[in-house]
């Protein structure tokens, strides 16, 4: 069977808010929402086609865009590529040209709408930043504390509390104070025993690999409407994340790091083939900052993590 090659648009607005559209009753997949967008002819370049596509749909005209995802999903009569792009910058006023509902929903409310399987994956996309902050080891709780006050001011979004070399006790008196300074403005993502989520409530859960490999073969351990994410070095880690039903991860290390001088980095060329299997938002982690966005995208990332390339400067 052929997979169709379908080019699709998480299109932003000035206020944030993402555009959808509601698939008419008659077609595959009638009466779900999805995310704009339409097949690839032969031979034409996707953001031709993605163009194309939303100027016939829409009415609009893409202005700038830039890759967000690439999801391969199987249903029972067809596979489908789905070629998706961020489009930030457009002209013209969006209507359903074909007559199809239309809505301008948040990230946050996205999880709230009845998606084609295929497109859930991109509703994480959507939903996460392109920054992930990862907290340094060797500080005490109040550096910490300042440190991601400071981050979050900045805008960061997203950030892991990691602080290996503290106590049990310690941790979790700092993850209560770190998720009040995040509540609204940044999803936290906490890393510990599993026995700890029902504390936290509010927080994600990022994943040791050792955690992924105990833990893949018995399903997700977190409902539907909490972050799940896991660290990956392999193409085998990165099944198992898909196994377990995380809805990101961050793969490492990309590039040689002073933290890790005697871990083997991939390389972007072995990152990009691994992610061209992997259908959920990764972030390139290990020698990487803000810079690194642009080939970050053009590989098939979310984005990058990173310690000291996203941690305040007066904290240091």
Known sequence: MKRVHVAAAVIRGDDGRILIAKRPDDKHQGGLWEFPGGKVEEGEAVLAALSRELHEELGIRVEAARPLIQVRHDYSDKQVLLDVWEVSQFTGEPHGA????????????LGDYDFLAANRPIVAAARLPEHYLITPEGLD?????????????????????????????????????????????????????????????????????????????????????????????????????????????????LQATQTHPEAQPLGWQRASEWLQGFNQPCYLLGGVGPQDCQQAWQVGAQGVAGIRAFWPEQQR
């Open 98 to 109: 074909e007559g199809q509902p239309l809505a301008w929903v948040s990230p946050r409310q």
């Open 141 to 253: 709780g109040p550096e910490l504390l300042a440190g991601v006050r400071v981050a979050v001011a900045n805008g960061i979004r997203l950030i892991q509390l990691r602080a290996p070399a503290m106590f049990d006790a310690q941790y979790r008196d700092l993850a209560v104070d770190v998720q009040g300074l995040c509540a609204g403005k940044a999803q936290l993502m906490l890393k510990g025993p599993l026995e700890w989520l029902g504390d936290f409530p509010a927080a994600g859960w990022h994943l040791t690999a050792e955690q992924l490999r105990k833990y893949a073969s018995k399903g997700r351990p977190l409902p539907e409407g909490r972050w799940l994410a896991a660290s990956c070095h392999s193409a085998e880690e990165l099944e198992l994340a898909t196994q377990i039903g995380a809805d990101f991860v961050t793969l490492s290390p």
